[in-house]
């Protein structure tokens, strides 16, 4: 294991939203510029009102909403979601089909009805492909539960998905994840899903994470909050956890802000490799800011803030490699253990460092370099 330890300049994380636009038309060039192929290239575009929906927050829509995907042609088309509040039953779902947006206004609302299931999806996306949420509000049913068990409400859920983008959403209230992107199958054998794009979303208030990660190749996150987690364990900001079920790589979190979480902001877990964490904001995270723990290898985190953290701001923990720590600012972590001034630990450079960035001797080859120490704020 070698690491090292200075403190030149730092470059401070930026985050930003872009506003949502309400066109009103079809999206039919999407992302230009991406490397991936989208096949949503119809004129064909369908407004859930046509379908008997009413977005009064009282009547039962999801039967409408579906009927607006099902009724577009195989090549795909639009699917509108006008102003409104549309409530929709999420032990049915709203499933999603390939080669199709799903374009909400910004002040229209998908808020799902009460239910006391352990499990429960609001909008499945499920082995298709060439997809994209755009716009508005998802809102959950955790105020509004009858049950008191299980942590599996899910908001948005993509599984065994290719080519998905998720923009300028709003999510909330979800009594499990706020978004789970994953894996469908057993076991060692499951199909990942693979290039999905999570841009300007805040994912907010949901019981259990923010953003769960299970086996994917190829999620990249972007401009994007993850905040307020709290309600059953583990409550972070975003999690990244295959564990058994597959591999989970090539991620990237870019510019993003993870705040205020009951657990950890960022946790990477075992069968995890190739992620990338800059540019971004860990701060006010009851547990640790970042961690990384089990077999997590291959993994860069550089140009971040990190502070303000209950736990060590950057853990790398467990039997974590080939991890390099670079350019990141951090400070006032280990805030949940706060120290006297003066004391001698107090003065022990090294171990205050270690508060704030700490590396397991299980570990190794990691590095650390160039990331900046802030003075201690939290004497008592």
Known sequence: MTHTIDRPRTRM????????????????????????????????????RD?????????????????????????????????????????????????????LAPDATIAALSNGS??????????????????????????????VGGEWGFGIDIQAAKHVRVTNVHISDCWGDGMWIGALGPDGHATPSTDVVVDNVVSTGN??????????????????????THGTMPQAGIDIEPQAQGHASNITIDDCTVADNRGSGLEIHDNVSNVTVKNSSFTN???????????????????????????????????????????????????????????PLARNTNFMQGRQLEVKDSTHQITTSSNTFMPQTDWH
């Open 51 to 103: 379908k008997g929906a009413k977005g009064d927050g009282v009547h039962d829509d999801t039967l409408a909403i579906q009927s607006a995907i099902d009724s577009l042609p195989a090549r795909g088309g639009t699917v509108l979601v006008p102003k409104g509040t549309y409530m929709i039953d999420a032990m049915r779902s709203i499933n999603l089909r390939s080669n199709m947006v799903l374009q």
């Open 285 to 343: 995270n009851y547990g640790y800011g970042v961690l990384t723990v089990d077999t997590a290898t291959q993994v860069s985190i550089g140009n971040n803030r990190i502070t303000g953290n209950g736990l060590a701001g950057l853990s790398i923990n467990g039997k974590s490699s080939y991890v390099k720590a670079d350019g990141n600012t951090l400070g006032n972590n280990s805030a949940r253990y706060p120290m006297k001034q003066n004391t």
């Open 13 to 48: 994380p930026r985050h930003r939203f872009m506003p949502a636009i309400w066109l009103g038309l079809p999206l039919i060039a999407l992302y230009a510029g991406s490397t991936s192929s989208y096949a949503a290239t119809t004129n064909t575009v369908i407004n859930v």
């Open 207 to 228: 019981r259990r994470q923010g953003l769960s990660i299970g086996p994917v190749d190829g999620v990249t996150i972007t401009h994007s909050t993850f905040s307020n």
């Open 118 to 147: 352990k499990r429960s999806y609001m909008i499945k996306v499920w082995n298709v492909s060439n997809v994209s949420i755009t716009g508005g509000n998802i809102v959950g049913e955790r105020n509004g539960h009858t049950g």
